[in-house]
């Protein structure tokens, strides 16, 4: 049985900067241009975090907003928001991105160190984006830097409940300097811990991109690949752009006979009954 395989594109992150990252998306117009192209090549979900004017990360709702509505317009992948922003942000702000109503956002499961930063996610701030978005109709995607954001994973469904639209899906962040590192065997560490019924992506940050996009593949695991988490394409050669990433995903997925999901499909699997446009 063909198991299709959910491409998600990370496209712009909040770590990198315009000057040292040419290709990186940061305009309202290459942000929508890069989702329509990502689209046309595999992508079914964007995880997007937005730039101000100065190409800076911004938690802005007007162009938060802005953002949102240009990514719609450009096509029909579905919109994740980063909730998580940049390490800089406070909870309030991160918390107000659901007002701007994406389809689905991201969650973050527990605090992490994040190269000499520290990813702040407490247990309360855990709690209200959960129970905020249960309230509001949107669908977490929820973000595992350890293994022990798995158990908190499961102690926040046995306290609050199911997600809206009632699955669960995964993603493993691997590879990052502080977390899990991104190779098979940690990957296969997180499978028995997933609950029951639960989907999973994985992204391999930097050079473990390869490797855990293999290993998601074969464990029947989905992917998310972009520029957020992955700036050398090769070792010496910088991503030519998204599309590049997402390409090569779409391909490997294909070898492994699980072609890329269309974004119908990633609706259904993820329990996204209607956008709200
Ligand atoms: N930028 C990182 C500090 C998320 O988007 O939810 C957090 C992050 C996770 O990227
Ligand atoms: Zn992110």
């Given at each position: ?26 305009t ?23 730039r101000d004017a100065d190409g ?7 162009r ?214």
């Amino acid at each position: 049985m063909t198991r299709p395989t959910l491409i998600t594109v990370a496209p712009t992150g909040a770590e990198s900067a315009k000057a040292d990252v040419p290709a990186l998306p940061v305009t309202v117009e290459e942000v929508a241009a890069t989702a329509r192209d990502c689209q046309a090549v595999g992508a079914a979900v964007i995880h997007l975090h937005v730039r101000d004017a100065d190409g800076r990360p911004t938690l802005d709702l007007g162009r938060v907003r802005e953002v949102v509505a240009a990514v719609r317009e450009a096509g029909d992948l579905v919109v994740q928001l980063s909730s998580g922003g940049a390490v800089t942000d406070s909870a309030d702000a991160r918390l107000a991105v659901l007002d701007a109503q994406p389809d689905a956002a991201s969650l973050t499961l527990g605090t992490v160190n994040f190269g000499r930063d520290v990813f702040s996610n407490p247990w309360d701030l855990i709690v209200e984006l959960h129970t905020r978005m249960q309230e509001r109709g949107i669908v977490p995607e929820y973000e595992v830097f350890d293994l022990g954001h798995l158990a908190t994973l499961q102690r926040l469904l046995d306290r609050h409940g199911p997600p809206h639209g009632g699955h669960v899906h995964v993603d493993l962040v691997m590879g990052v300097p502080g977390g899990m590192p991104g190779t098979a065997q940690a990957l296969t560490a997180c499978l028995p811990l997933l609950p029951p019924g639960a989907t999973f992506a994985a992204t391999g940050v930097g050079r473990t991109s390869l490797p855990v996009m293999l290993a998601a593949l074969s464990a029947g695991g989905h992917l998310r690949v972009g520029m957020e988490d992955t700036l050398t394409y090769a070792p010496g050669e910088p991503v030519r752009d998204n599309t590049q990433l997402v390409a090569r995903a779409a391909g490997l997925a294909r070898i492994a006979q699980r072609p890329p999901m269309t974004t119908d499909d990633a609706r259904s699997l993820l329990g996204i009954k209607e956008t709200v446009r």
